[in-house]
Every structure is written in C-alpha cells, then in structure tokens.
C-alpha cells in the first residue's frame, strides 16, 4: 500500500527537474522515490519537525550532506508543525517533559507574552525533555513503521504476483489437457 503511494518514476533528463538536478550537480537521491530514501526523509523531516525553533526548512537543507535522503518529503513533514498546530505539539511536548521528569507542571496556562515571560523557567525544560522524546523516539519509531510497511507491501506484491502466475500456469495446464 505505502508502495503504491510512492511509485518509483525515472526522472527523465530533459524535464525541468532533470534540467535543474544536472545544472546544480544536485544528488538525484534527493529526489528519488525508494524505501530508504522515502523512509529517512519522514524520519529527518519530523525529527525537526517537532523541534520548537525557527527555519526548519532550512535545518532540513543543513541535514542533506550527512544522511541521504527525499528532500521534498522530508520538507513536508516539517510543514506538520505549521502556526495551527505548533501550541498542540508544544503543549503535548510541555505535558510529556513532566510526566517523564516527574513534575506535576503548571496549572492555569494564560497564552500572553506576560504570563510566559514570568513562567518561562519552569516552561522550557520540560519542554525540550518532551521535545527530545518525540524528536528522537517517535520519529524514529515512525521511520521503522515506514520500513515495516515498505517491506509488506513489497512482500505482498511479489505474492499476488506469484499467485497470478500459478493461476495462469494452472489455467494454460488445464486447456492443453
């Protein structure tokens, strides 16, 4: 199934993209559709994702010269921590940084720049305790996930496939007789 929504296309070298990989020498692994490539660009892409800080994107375009991986997907996955969703994750964060440090964390959250100021230091270390755990643990957690339904599919493809191939040898065995 999360094969079929990748589906392997060769980038043909006269399209805008094959134009542009060759004229700024850029990896065509950053582009390619396979379940490594796919599978760390979830993982780099959330990994950052869930971070609280400015220019994700851009510590995305920072990761590319270590680990390779599809750019765009990975940009996407940053784009899950938008200005709609970021105080839900930072919140979800803040409650996991106590519950894993033991705290009872603060009650009566009034969203001003007045309030957090006041409480800031009680706010930012079990934010980035909770940060850390979904940054490192559920990302990769993710990543695994992505391999598991990779292999799968593939396995189950192959199987279909076998299955048809034995129907038809079954079916050309019993016109013969």
Known sequence: MIRQIFKKKKHDPESKIGKLLEKYKIPREYFSINRRS?????????????????????????????????????????????????????????????????????????????????????IVVPLYVGTAFYSIVVSYCIYLLINWLWVRSVRKEKHRKEQERRERLRLQNTDES
Not at 38 to 50: C, D, E, Y
Not at 90 to 109: S, W
């Open 38 to 122: 796919v599978s760390r660009g979830v993982l780099v892409g959330l990994f950052w994702g869930f971070i609280p800080m400015p220019m994700q994107m851009l510590a995305v375009i920072m990761t590319t010269p270590f680990i390779r991986f599809n750019v765009p997907i990975a940009i996407s996955m940053v784009w899950l921590s938008n200005p709609f969703t970021m105080p839900e994750m930072y919140y979800m964060e803040y409650k996991t940084g106590n519950l894993l440090l033991g705290r009872p964390g603060l009650e009566h959250v009034q969203l001003t720049l007045d309030w957090f100021s006041r409480h800031w230091s009680d």
